[in-house]
């Protein structure tokens, strides 16, 4: 398997495999794919391949029908590459970390669309069963999860167009700090058992 980031080719591949095999209960973009294994990596404990796999699909019975192995296979090393990538960054470059924001044109301006990949996070944070967060990072949380739940989309409108954008930028550090709580809590518990 390749390392590194996937290039604009791979991604977009990703991309039309998720909206080509998806469902209603599906990850449907690369977007929501990069929240959702960010997730995952910051997770307290392990999740298995196949664990996540199903979940991105929508559960067992809504597995893609492939048209080939090869096909399958490719989309699992570029998934795997991907999560590799943001796992490095993670780790070892948090300066690079990036979440993969959606960008929508609407009247020639360019604007950042970051419920999908809120709404992948919010699900890897389902499926990786986290435990009672201390309040702070409970708040640090919240910051991913206004974008991430419908249930918050009527406060999303009432916000101004700077308290909007800040609520945006506020996501990628929000996933660090979150990662880096997870990763302490794990170092210490894996010092314990030494």
Known sequence: MNQGPLNEEELEWLDDTLTQYGNDDSVL?????DGMLTAILSAHGTIQLSQWQ????????????WESEKEQQHFNNLACQHM??????????P????????????DGKEYTIVEEWCFGYMRGVELSNWEALPEQLETVLETIA??????HIAKL????EQEYEASQAAIGPAALQLY???????????EVLH
């Open 29 to 33: 973009d690369v977007s929501e794919l």
């Open 54 to 65: 199903t979940a991105l699909w929508g559960g067992e019975s809504q597995l893609p029908h």
């Open 84 to 93: 590799n990538d943001i796992a490095e960054r993670l780790c070892h470059a």
């Open 95 to 106: 300066d690079q970390f990036e979440p993969l924001f959606g960008l929508r044109e609407i």
């Open 146 to 151: 206004l974008h991430g739940d419908e249930a």
């Open 157 to 160: 409108e009432q916000m101004t």
């Open 180 to 190: 880096r709580y997870w990763q302490e809590k794990r170092e210490a518990e894996s």
